[in-house]
């Protein structure tokens, strides 16, 4: 009997938990790196013809991550295991949280499940007369401002004009991923999707939370799920729309309170656990708006993505970006080495 396969979820940067690294980081693994909500998803994206030969109800999380270190501020990973008819497989799901898409994306996917593969062949090394590789499900999960384009084959990539391709022929790579671009969900669509409480209120999250000045105004059109949901996921929701808006605790709390007593403890729970984290943290904020100076006064305003980066890191990484943008760097790349 085949061990279960492995399902990789993934989305920009790393680490479990919801203190450090960024915020999409801290939710998405809280949330989809559970079996039953990545589960959810999957039910969302795989096409039916496959889905049904998925056995999802034995997904099984593996540790570790296959994202490029230059590219943890951008991509987060969570691997699962599962069987598909028996045989081993991976589902490798990617989320990509940066304002626009990647136009690489499907050379870095053929990269990540090359990892998968090498893994999986030093845990389960050949045996004769068998295939020696699984295969592998991959998804891009997206919630930028703007919608996917980027090619999702790798074919799409490659500098040839229609009739080389054609004389090439099965020499053309072929490495495909599935792509969830919630950018082109809307509320009525994102309702209708077989996922679950946490999933759906993960990306309606991600879609409204950011920049928000009072993120109760949209949360009351979900006021039925949110009432429904365990605290273990209120928590991290909660706790992720604080990081990422500018909405008043207070105003949090008050609102929380319509929907229960659950829900205002669930409130009133994350505040603590953000004040808390406020005070061991409140040296590594001043460390980064003085980052945020200097880089730029020397290259000039930096984009959202990039001053969030640096909020959300820790007093290790700020030291390290700091000695680069000393030593010299000479571009704004050179100092988050990407």
């Not at 691997?79 to 598909?84: E, K």
């Not at 979900?222 to 929701?237: E, F, G, N, T």
């Not at 009133?268 to 590594?284: F, P, V, W, Y």
Request: aromatic share 8%; hydrophobic share 40%.
């Amino acid at each position: 009997m085949s061990e279960p396969v492995s399902t990789v979820c993934a989305m920009t940067g790393g680490g479990d938990g919801l203190s450090g690294g960024q915020p999409h980081d801290a939710l998405f693994r809280s949330v989809f790196g559970d079996p039953e909500h990545a589960g959810s998803e999957l039910r969302s994206v795989v096409p039916p013809e496959l889905i049904g030969h998925l056995d999802l109800d034995r997904l099984v999380r593996q540790d570790g991550t296959f994202i490029d270190d230059a590219l943890r501020h951008r991509h987060t990973d969570v691997l699962f295991a599962t069987t598909v008819r028996g045989r081993d497989a991976y589902l490798y799901v990617l989320l990509e949280h940066q304002s626009t898409p990647d136009p690489l994306m499907a050379f870095r996917m053929a990269g990540y499940q090359h990892r998968i593969w090498e893994r999986h062949l030093d845990m389960y090394p050949p045996e004769a007369g068998h295939r020696p590789l699984p295969l592998i499900i991959p998804i891009v999960i997206y919630q930028g401002r703007r919608r996917w384009t980027a090619p999702t084959d790798l074919a799409g990539l490659l500098d040839v004009d229609p009739e080389l391709s054609v004389a090439a022929g099965d020499l053309i790579p072929r490495v495909f991923y599935l792509l969830d671009d919630l950018t082109v969900i809307d509320e009525h669509e994102m309702r209708a999707r077989p996922l679950s409480t946490a999933a759906r209120l993960t990306f309606v999250s991600f879609e409204n939370a950011p920049g928000d000045r009072d993120a109760t105004r949209w949360m009351g059109e979900w006021a039925d799920d949110l009432a429904a949901l365990d605290q273990r996921w209120l928590v991290p929701i909660f706790t992720y729309i604080l990081r990422v808006s500018v909405t008043p605790v207070d105003r949090l709390v008050d609102f929380a309170t319509t929907l229960g007593p659950d829900v205002k403890e669930a409130a009133m729970t994350t505040a603590e656990q953000l004040i808390a984290e406020g005070e061991s943290r409140g040296a590594a904020r001043g460390e980064a708006r003085v980052l945020i100076n200097m880089l730029t006064l020397k290259f000039g305003e930096l984009d959202d993505d990039t001053k969030n980066l640096v909020r959300g890191a820790t007093a290790d990484q700020i030291d390290l970006w700091s000695a680069r943008f000393v030593a010299g760097a000479a571009d704004i790349d050179a100092v988050f080495d990407r």
